[in-house]
Antibody, heavy 121, light 110 residues
Framework: QLQLQESGPGLVKPSETLSLTCTVS??????????WGWIRQPPGKGLEWIGS???????YYNPSLKSRVTISVDTSKNQFSLKLSSVTAADTAVYYC?????????????WGQGTLVTVSS | NFMLTQPHSVSESPGKTVTISCTRS????????VQWYQQRPGSSPTTVIY?????PSGVPDRFSGSIDSSSNSASLTISGLKTEDEADYYC?????????FGGGTKLTVL
């Protein structure tokens, strides 16, 4: 059974960089059949796609966040990571890592449990 | 890029049928598949419909999906409502390497 687990600081100061890692177990991150992505959900609000990465390293970002986002993959550790720079209180959210099937219209088939990141001084 | 617009909330009684809409703002709804995710409070989302109208194994056939090109929208229909269906539902599609989620619909079963 595939499992995804987010890890990283739960509290980040304004203007700093949010860094999260997703560890994948029960499957290989190097498969050509999947994308690996980050999705966030502010408290009481809806889902927002942040970006995704293919095992080859190709990245795709939400245009509204593109200038602040970097997603990378470490196939040796079966992990992928998110960095979001210059954070503000508006970036406070539950951050989910996810696997998406690389199809005509990618769809998420596995989600991590999510991790709450609060931006506050 | 495009947006997916959902009603903020819907409510219906147990045993009844409810339909949640998801309207695409630009471009054809048929150009890329639509998925539907269910999210219960405190939990990660799970897929109830993928590729417009396909059900993952384990999802009851009370859940069905469709698209309507005339209204440029997708719909999630849940029949024989149960209290356990009370949750938030999100539609999702794709275009130009971008994943787009609808704003979500809160389903209340009362």
């Amino acid at each position: 059974q595939l499992q995804l687990q987010e890890s990283g600081p739960g509290l980040v100061k304004p203007s700093e960089t949010l860094s999260l890692t997703c560890t994948v177990s029960g499957g290989s991150i190097s498969s050509s059949s999947y994308y690996w992505g980050w999705i966030r959900q502010p408290p009481g609000k809806g889902l927002e796609w942040i970006g995704s990465i293919y095992y080859s390293g190709s990245t795709y970002y939400n245009p509204s966040l593109k200038s602040r986002v970097t997603i990378s993959v470490d196939t040796s550790k079966n992990q992928f990571s998110l960095k979001l720079s210059s954070v503000t209180a508006a970036d406070t959210a539950v951050y989910y890592c996810a696997r998406a099937i690389a199809a005509r219209s990618p769809r998420v088939d596995y989600w991590g449990q999510g991790t709450l990141v609060t931006v506050s001084s | 890029n495009f947006m997916l617009t959902q009603p903020h909330s819907v409510s219906e009684s147990p045993g009844k049928t409810v339909t949640i809409s998801c309207t695409r703002s630009s471009g054809s709804i048929a150009s890329n598949y639509v998925q539907w995710y269910q999210q219960r409070p405190g939990s990660s989302p799970t897929t109830v419909i993928y590729e417009d109208n396909q059900r993952p194994s384990g999802v009851p056939d009370r859940f069905s999906g469709s698209i309507d090109s005339s209204s440029n929208s997708a719909s999630l229909t849940i029949s024989g409502l149960k209290t356990e269906d009370e949750a938030d539902y999100y539609c999702q599609s794709y275009d130009s390497s971008t994943w787009v989620f609808g704003g979500g619909t809160k389903l209340t079963v009362l």
